[in-house]
C-alpha cells in the first residue's frame, strides 16, 4: 500500500538555521504530495505541494522538489524563525484516489 | 469566511459512556474528513464523505464507531460505548475539489480522553 516516511524527530534549530525535513515515500503510480503544518494547538494547514515529477513546491520560504527517481520529498528552508515551531507532516495522495495519506509527522522546535 | 468549525474542543468522559463529536465544513465545500490523531499511530482516516454520501469507512476502527452527514453542512462522529484506547484528537476536515487535490481544510481538533 501506499505510505510515507519521515525522518524521527525532534528537531531542534537555532534561529537563521538551515532546515531539512526529509520524507520518502512508496506508491504506486505517480502520487501528489505535500506538505502539512501543524501549529500547537491547532489543525493541519497546507504548506505546500507538487503533482508531477521535478516539480518544486514553495510558500513561506519553505520549499520541496518533488524527485521520483529517489521517490522523495524533502522540505527545507534556508533560515528558520522562532515562528517556524511546529510539526511538519509529508503526505502523499494516490492518482484517482482521494485517501491523504500522512506520515508520523517531525516536531520542529526553533529557538532564538 | 469561518473555517472548519468542531465541537467539543475538549471531551472527558468515562469508559463505557457515548461520545458524539461535532463537525461544520467550510461553506461550499463538498467532501469532508474524519482523521484521529495519536501519538503511537498519527494521523489515520476513519471515513470520509462526498456530497454527504458515505464514500469509504474502511478506516472506523470497529463497530462502536459511527458516522452520519446528514447536510451539507453539519457531520458527527459517534464513538459508544467508548473506550481508554479510544482517547485522541479527533480532526475534521474539508474540501472543496475532493480528497484527490490533497487539499484538506482541517478544524482546531477534538480531544478526547476516556478514562
Known amino acids: 500500500g501506499n505510505s510515507v516516511t519521515q525522518m524521527e524527530g525532534p528537531v531542534t534549530l537555532s534561529e537563521e538555521a538551515f532546515l531539512t525535513i526529509n520524507c520518502t515515500y512508496t506508491?504506486?503510480?505517480?502520487?501528489?504530495l505535500f506538505w502539512y503544518v501543524q501549529y500547537p494547538g491547532e489543525g493541519l494547514q497546507l504548506l505546500l505541494k507538487?503533482?508531477?515529477?521535478?516539480d518544486k513546491g514553495s510558500n513561506k520560504g519553505f520549499e520541496a522538489t518533488y524527485r521520483k527517481e529517489t521517490t522523495s520529498f524533502h522540505l527545507e528552508k534556508g533560515s528558520v524563525q522562532v515562528s517556524d515551531s511546529a510539526v511538519y507532516f509529508c503526505?502523499?495522495?494516490?492518482?484517482?484516489?482521494?485517501?491523504?495519506?500522512f506520515g508520523k509527522g517531525t516536531k520542529l522546535t526553533v529557538n532564538p | 469566511d469561518a473555517g472548519v468549525i468542531q465541537s467539543p474542543r475538549h471531551e472527558v468522559t468515562e469508559m463505557g459512556q457515548e461520545v458524539t463529536l461535532r463537525c461544520k465544513p467550510i461553506?461550499?465545500?463538498?467532501?469532508l474528513f474524519w482523521y484521529r490523531q495519536t501519538m503511537m499511530r498519527g494521523l489515520e482516516l476513519l471515513i470520509y464523505f462526498n456530497n454527504n454520501v458515505p464514500i469509504d469507512d474502511s478506516g472506523m476502527p470497529e463497530d462502536r464507531f459511527s458516522a452520519k452527514m446528514p447536510n451539507a453542512s453539519f457531520s458527527t462522529l459517534k464513538i459508544q460505548p467508548s473506550e481508554p484506547r479510544d482517547s485522541a484528537v479527533y480532526f475534521c476536515?474539508?474540501?472543496?475539489?475532493?480528497?484527490?487535490?490533497?487539499?484538506?481544510?482541517f478544524g482546531e481538533g477534538s480531544r478526547l480522553t476516556v478514562l
Open positions: 461553506s461550499g465545500h463538498n467532501s
Open positions: 503526505a502523499l495522495v494516490q492518482g484517482g484516489s482521494e485517501k491523504l495519506v
Open positions: 476536515a474539508s474540501s472543496y475539489r475532493g480528497g484527490a487535490t490533497g487539499e484538506l481544510f
Open positions: 507538487a503533482t508531477k515529477a521535478d
Open positions: 506508491a504506486t503510480g505517480y502520487p501528489s
